[in-house]
T-cell receptor, first 110, second 114 residues
C-alpha cells in the first residue's frame, strides 16, 4: 500500500528564517498532495495542496513543490512567525484514501 | 457556520464498556472518515464512507465499527474498548472524496481506556 514518509519530526527555527518539511511517497499513481496544519488542541486544517500536473504552488509565505519523478514533495515557509508554530502533516491520495505522514512539529522562536 | 462536530471531546472509560463517539457535519458532504492520532504515528485512517450506507475499512479498523444511515452522521463505535484504543480521534468530511479537495476535521475526541 501507499506509504508517506515525512522529515524532520521536529524543527526549530528563529523567527524570520525559512522552514522546509519534506515528504516522500511510494505509489506513483498518487495525484493529490495536501498539507495540513494542526494547532494545539484543534483538528488539522488544510493550508495548501498541489496536484500531480503542477510542479510548484505558492500562497503568500507558503509554497509547495512536487517532484513526480523522485516522488518527493516539500513545504516551504518563508519569513516564519511565532503563529506558524504547529504540527504539519503531508498527505498523498491512494485510491479512495488519504494517507498522512507522521507529522513535523515546527517551533518558531521569537 | 460550516463545521464537523464530535462528541464527546473527552472520555475516560474502562475496558469492555461499549461506547460511541458521534460525528455530524452540516456541509452536505458525501465523504466522511475517522482517524486516530498517536504520537510518532501521525493520522491513521480507521474507516471511511463515500456515501450513505457505504463504508470501507481504512488502515486500522480492528476493534471499531461505523455506520452511515444518514448523510450528516458517521458515528464510531467501540464495542469492547481496550487500552490500546486510548488515542485522539478525529472525524473528517469532504464534498466528494479525499482527492477532490479539502478535508474538514472536527476538534477531536480524546479517549482513555483504563
Amino acid at each position: 500500500g501507499e506509504n508517506v514518509e515525512q522529515h524532520p519530526s521536529t524543527l526549530s527555527v528563529q523567527e524570520g528564517d525559512s522552514a522546509v518539511i519534506k515528504c516522500t511517497y511510494s505509489d506513483s499513481a498518487s495525484n493529490y498532495f495536501p498539507w495540513y496544519k494542526q494547532e494545539l488542541g484543534k483538528g488539522p486544517q488544510l493550508i495548501i495542496d498541489i496536484r500531480s500536473n503542477v510542479g510548484e504552488k505558492k500562497d503568500q509565505r507558503i509554497a509547495v513543490t512536487l517532484n513526480k519523478t523522485a516522488k518527493h514533495f516539500s513545504l516551504h515557509i518563508t519569513e516564519t512567525q511565532p503563529e506558524d508554530s504547529a504540527v504539519y502533516f503531508c498527505a498523498a491520495t491512494w485510491g479512495d484514501k488519504l494517507i498522512f505522514g507522521t507529522g513535523t512539529r515546527l517551533q518558531v522562536f521569537p | 457556520e460550516a463545521q464537523v462536530t464530535q462528541n464527546p471531546r473527552y472520555l475516560i472509560t474502562v475496558t469492555g464498556k461499549k461506547l460511541t463517539v458521534t460525528c455530524s457535519q452540516n456541509m452536505n458532504h458525501e465523504y466522511m472518515s475517522w482517524y486516530r492520532q498517536d504520537p510518532g504515528l501521525g493520522l491513521r485512517q480507521i474507516y471511511y464512507s463515500m456515501n450513505v450506507e457505504v463504508t470501507d475499512k481504512g488502515d486500522v479498523p480492528e476493534g471499531y465499527k461505523v455506520s452511515r444511515k444518514e448523510k450528516r452522521n458517521f458515528p464510531l463505535i467501540l464495542e469492547s474498548p481496550s487500552p490500546n484504543q486510548t488515542s485522539l480521534y478525529f472525524c473528517a468530511s469532504s464534498s466528494n472524496g479525499p482527492g477532490t479537495g479539502e478535508l474538514f476535521f472536527g476538534e477531536g475526541s480524546r479517549l482513555t481506556v483504563l
